[in-house]
């Protein structure tokens, strides 16, 4: 039987922003891996709104660093990578949802270029929600320690994502 894990990205005080089902890839005691089917529903409890997704995805959610991993699928391969910045995801006792609270700022590869993408959002919030100088700090340090992850090809940006997506029915 596939299990069902619930993703929830938070805002900065625990704010519950969105939130949507996957499927159970792969857990240790550090990440687990899941899978984002197609026509899965986001509920964006910040805009009010449900979004349907129109693609897979294979999701990466590290317990032990500041960022996660998606990893868009067609075809049979990743076109595109959406990493954010984030404090270490937290898995519930009942091991049936993760969350995580996002900074905003994003690391995302279209097209075989990577670019930081919502410095906007990220300053604009640092504001609203009163980040810390030093959680600000941290937050542009996470980033950079991503980039050299990705450029050095460390997990799990190794080829360990385009396992699983043999496991994508079309």
């Not at 996957?22 to 026509?39: C, D, F």
């Not at 279209?110 to 906007?120: A, P, T, Y």
């Not at 604009?124 to 980033?143: A, D, F, H």
Request: glycine share 4%; charged share 25%.
């Amino acid at each position: 039987m596939i299990k069902t894990i619930k993703i929830q990205a938070l805002k900065y005080g625990n704010n519950l922003h969105y939130e949507w089902d996957t499927l159970l890839l792969e857990q240790t005691s550090t990440y687990i891996i899941v899978l984002g089917e197609y026509g899965r529903k986001l509920h964006h409890h910040t805009k009010q709104k449900i979004f349907e997704i129109d693609n897979w995805t294979v999701e990466f959610f590290p317990f032990d660093c500041w960022f996660t991993v998606s990893a868009d699928v067609n075809n049979g391969v990743i076109t595109q990578y959406y990493c954010n910045i984030n404090e270490p995801a937290n898995l519930s006792e009942d091991g049936e949802t993760v969350s995580f609270v996002d900074y905003d700022l994003d690391l995302i590869q279209r097209n075989g270029k990577w670019m930081i993408v919502d410095e906007d959002e990220f300053e604009q919030n640092s504001i609203l929600y009163s980040y810390p100088q030093g959680l600000i700090k941290r937050v542009r340090q996470e980033m950079a320690n991503l980039q050299n992850r990705i450029e050095n090809h460390h997990f799990p940006f190794d080829g360990t994502l385009e396992r699983f997506i043999d496991r994508i029915s079309s």
